[in-house]
């Protein structure tokens, strides 16, 4: 029965777009993916991010004031080395390929490098 459950949810999935689906009656939130961000803002981003030279400022950059971080270390630390990995970002789709960075993070990366 489980199964059956899990099937027709995952059916549901593929049927209906993430951004179109609702979640506990209410409309679920869209995120800016790769191909939603303009050619210019995507410059912007990516400059920003492959312009941090070390994993300290990337923390930084994410950082509110009260010293809290906006986003896990472990995240940064996977996108700082996958940027080592790769020279640079050349494609904010490597950003989006980084494991666990999902549409949430990846919007708020995004939102947070345009600055």
């Avoid at 790769?34 to 941090?52: A, C, H, M, Q, Y």
């Avoid at 509110?64 to 986003?71: C, E, M």
């Avoid at 996958?82 to 789709?93: E, I």
């Amino acid at each position: 029965m489980l199964r059956a459950r899990k099937r027709v949810r995952r059916q549901n999935r593929e049927f209906f777009p993430a951004d179109h689906q609702e979640t506990a009656g209410r409309a679920a939130k869209a995120y800016l993916k790769p191909k939603d961000v303009s050619l210019g803002e995507s410059e912007i981003i990516l400059t920003n991010l492959n312009s941090i030279d070390s994993p300290e400022k990337l923390k930084n950059t994410f950082q509110k004031k009260d010293g809290k971080h906006l986003l896990s270390t472990k995240y940064l630390d996977r996108i700082f080395n996958a940027r080592l990995r790769l020279g640079d970002f050349h494609d904010l789709k490597q950003i989006a390929f980084v494991r666990g960075i999902g549409p949430k993070k990846f919007d708020f990366i995004v939102r947070t490098m345009k600055k």
